[in-house]
C-alpha cells in the first residue's frame, strides 16, 4: 500500500493527468493523495477536467523542498483525506 503519489505529468510513456484518472477509476488506490509535480503546474492545473481529479497539491519545478515537505504533510493529514 501506498499513501501519497508524487507524481511529474511528463511521464515517458504517457502523461501524468492519464494516469492519475485511471488511478481515481480504479477502487483500491481512488483515495491516495496524489500532488503533481511540472514545469508548468499551473498551465495544467487549468485544464478541462484537471479539477475533477482531487489533486491535492500542484507544483512547479524546480520544486522547493520546503513546499514539498509542507504539501506532503497536509496530504496526509487524516482530516484532509
Same mark, same amino acid.
Given at each position: 500500500?501506498?499513501?501519497? &503519489?508524487?507524481?511529474? &505529468?511528463? +511521464?515517458?510513456?504517457?502523461? !501524468?493527468? @492519464? +494516469?492519475?484518472? =485511471?488511478? /481515481?477509476? #480504479?477502487?483500491?488506490? =481512488? /483515495?491516495?493523495?496524489?500532488?503533481?509535480?511540472?514545469?508548468?503546474?499551473? /498551465?495544467?492545473?487549468? +485544464?478541462? !477536467?484537471? @479539477?475533477?481529479? @482531487?489533486?491535492?497539491?500542484?507544483? #512547479?519545478?524546480?520544486?522547493?523542498?520546503?513546499?514539498?515537505?509542507?504539501? &506532503? +504533510?497536509?496530504?496526509?493529514?487524516?482530516?484532509? /483525506?
Amino acid at each position: 500500500d501506498y499513501a501519497c &503519489l508524487v507524481t511529474d &505529468l511528463k +511521464l515517458p510513456d504517457g502523461d !501524468g493527468l @492519464g +494516469l492519475v484518472e =485511471r488511478l /481515481r477509476a #480504479n477502487l483500491d488506490v =481512488r /483515495r491516495i493523495p496524489i500532488i503533481v509535480v511540472s514545469g508548468d503546474a499551473e /498551465r495544467q492545473r487549468s +485544464l478541462p !477536467g484537471a @479539477g475533477r481529479l @482531487g489533486i491535492a497539491a500542484w507544483m #512547479n519545478k524546480p520544486v522547493d523542498a520546503v513546499r514539498l515537505k509542507d504539501a &506532503l +504533510l497536509e496530504a496526509l493529514t487524516p482530516a484532509q /483525506r
